[in-house]
């Protein structure tokens, strides 16, 4: 049964339990989309990662979760949106061990392990826009 | 559109007032290629429904076949053609039931003179083209369809966790790896650890031919995963072979515990279970 | 926030995550932790997360922290009942959890800190 294609959905990142709730609804748009316990734990965990970069780094903005089609496969998308200072030197901060702020620097890199599309954009002054996708295995 | 069905009209009336026939001859052609493989009876249970959907089809050569008008008969055919490679017919016996319909009618219109019939017939010739190809691919899907099913089934065959002893699992491992296969059995592993309570998980890769670097990095990824969640794996069987490519690769093997054998592996295990297990002299009695 | 309770049985504190954590009650559990352990004397700290569904980063550097903080109290730590999508994960993530000891279940976690307090005895 053809179900209405689902997203995107808002969360706005400007506290700590803000973090929690993406989680907690990328966890739900991953079990709808039917990812695997693996797949949704890691998916969830890159998204609680990038949730905390935004507010850490970026100084707060908002996620959207949405359902994505690619053919027959589906998979879920978030995005991580910040008016923040933006990231001067990408290759520094994807790499592993290396963090402007606190943590271990494993935010951007790791959670890019965890995903099967990892998107960046970012400019200086601007803001930062990382985007994740994780389809159904 | 409208032009093409007034253009069929003769063929389609003909079609129609013939349609017994031309059922009948059909099945009788088909079915002495398939020589009692469908019984008449199937054939022309089938052929009937067919015949009553191409009906209206008739005047489009089937140019449009992924349209909506086509989406009865396309779906028809595809549940055909996946009757038919579970019965195990080949692609041309399949699709051939198709083109044999072709022939039958081009007997019916054989007397008649009518040169706007003979330019229906040649629409009607394109139509059962596209059909036949149709049935063809989705042949061909279906048996991908069941490869893909039997790969699946194949893989929970061949990749038993299973219990050697209390505390202890073993994943015997055989024939290639990849790197998809590989991620499922581990995850399995993993799980069964929880399940079972264990302790122990002796990976055998002695029936391995072939590892390649994400394969490694899977089984030495799994190894850590044991440990977090309290656990201990054992490699056990790396054949010289594989231990070159390893070594090759660069991969670290590190503190990881790796055995010769199933054997040594359990050995190692057992004792680490506070087993200790002894041979009994000679002549002596439990 | 929501706080994690921290319960004595003799004298190991149990932690059992239930909730989902956000990155202040993780704070709040290290200094919370902290100071039982000062306060109880207390040999072992065991952390039950075999309800916890994920384990990014912040939270895996917690367990590293605890068992830090409880060295110098002179006390072991071990985390228990980590599931396999979670120990996945954190392999992925990069995160190895060096010198944080680990049990498959709070049963087999008290009876290590038990095997390391009798350890301790002998060599006193």
New interface residues.
């Given amino acids: 049964m053809p179900s209405p294609t689902q997203g995107p959905e808002r969360v706005p990142i400007t506290g700590?339990?803000d973090?929690?709730r993406v989680?907690?609804l990328v966890?739900a748009y991953a079990q709808r989309m039917k990812l695997?316990?693996?797949d949704?734990?890691?998916l969830?965990?890159a998204a609680?990662?990038l949730a905390?970069n935004t507010l850490v780094y970026g100084g707060g903005g908002f996620a959207l979760v949405e359902e994505v089609h690619d053919g027959p496969r589906p998979g879920v998308r978030a995005s991580f949106h910040d008016d923040g200072p933006g990231i001067a030197d990408l290759d520094l901060a994807l790499a592993?061990g290396w963090s402007s702020g606190q943590?271990?620097g494993?935010?951007l890199?790791?959670a890019r392990?965890?995903v099967d599309k990892f998107d960046l954009d970012t400019e200086v002054g601007r803001g930062t826009v990382v985007t994740v996708v994780k389809w159904k295995? | 559109m409208t032009a093409d069905v007034e253009h069929g009209q003769a063929l389609t009336e003909l079609l129609r007032a013939n349609a017994d026939t031309v059922v009948e001859k059909w099945v009788a052609e088909v079915a002495a290629v398939l020589r009692g493989r469908a019984t008449r009876q199937e054939l022309a249970r089938d052929f009937r429904e067919l015949y009553d959907v191409v009906l209206p089809l008739v005047g489009t050569d089937g140019r449009d076949l992924a349209g909506a008008d086509f989406a009865e008969i396309r779906a028809l055919l595809e549940e055909y053609s996946r009757a038919r490679v579970r019965a195990g017919f080949t692609p041309s016996e399949t699709a051939s039931s198709v083109f044999s319909l072709k022939r039958t009618v081009f007997d019916l219109a054989e007397n008649d003179e009518d040169p706007q019939l003979f330019r229906q017939l040649m629409t009607f010739s394109g139509l059962l083209d596209a059909l036949g190809l149709w049935t063809f691919e989705s042949y061909a899907r279906a048996r991908e369809e069941i490869i893909r099913e039997q790969a699946e089934q194949l893989l929970e065959l061949t990749t038993p966790v299973v219990k050697l002893w209390e505390g202890v699992l073993a994943v015997p491992l055989v024939g290639t790896l990849d790197s998809e296969r590989t991620q499922i059995v581990m995850e399995k592993l993993l799980e069964a650890l929880v399940e079972t309570g264990s302790e122990h998980a002796i990976i055998d890769i002695t029936g391995v031919l072939a590892v390649d670097t994400q394969v490694a990095q899977h089984l030495l990824k799994t190894v850590v995963a044991a440990r977090l969640m309290g656990a201990e794996c054992i490699v056990s069987g790396i054949r010289p072979q594989i231990a070159q490519t390893i070594v090759a690769l660069g991969i670290e093997f590190g503190d990881i515990v790796t055995k010769a054998s199933l054997a040594d592996a359990l050995r190692h295990a057992l004792r680490r279970e506070g087993v200790h297990v002894v041979r009994r002299p000679a002549g002596e009695d439990v | 926030m929501e706080r994690v309770p921290i319960l004595k049985i003799g004298d190991v504190l149990l932690v059992s995550i239930q909730i989902d954590l956000q990155d202040q009650s993780v704070l709040a559990l290290q200094e919370d932790l902290a100071e039982k352990i000062s306060s109880t004397g207390a040999h072992g700290v065991v952390i039950d997360i075999s309800a916890v569904e994920i384990v990014d980063s912040f939270i895996g550097r917690m367990f590293a922290t605890i068992a830090s903080i409880s060295r110098l109290f002179d006390a072991d730590t071990v985390v228990v009942g980590m599931r396999p999508a979670v120990a996945i994960t954190l392999v992925e993530l990069g995160l190895t959890l060096d010198g944080v000891r680990t049990a498959l279940d709070l049963e087999r976690g008290m009876k290590i800190l038990g095997q390391l307090t009798a350890r301790r005895g002998r060599d006193a």
Avoid: A, F, P
Wanted: charge should be positive; glycine fraction near 10%.
């Fill in positions: 700590d339990d973090v929690v989680r907690q966890r695997s316990l693996v949704q734990t890691k969830v965990t609680s990662e905390r592993d943590g271990l494993l935010g890199s790791g392990r965890l295995r």
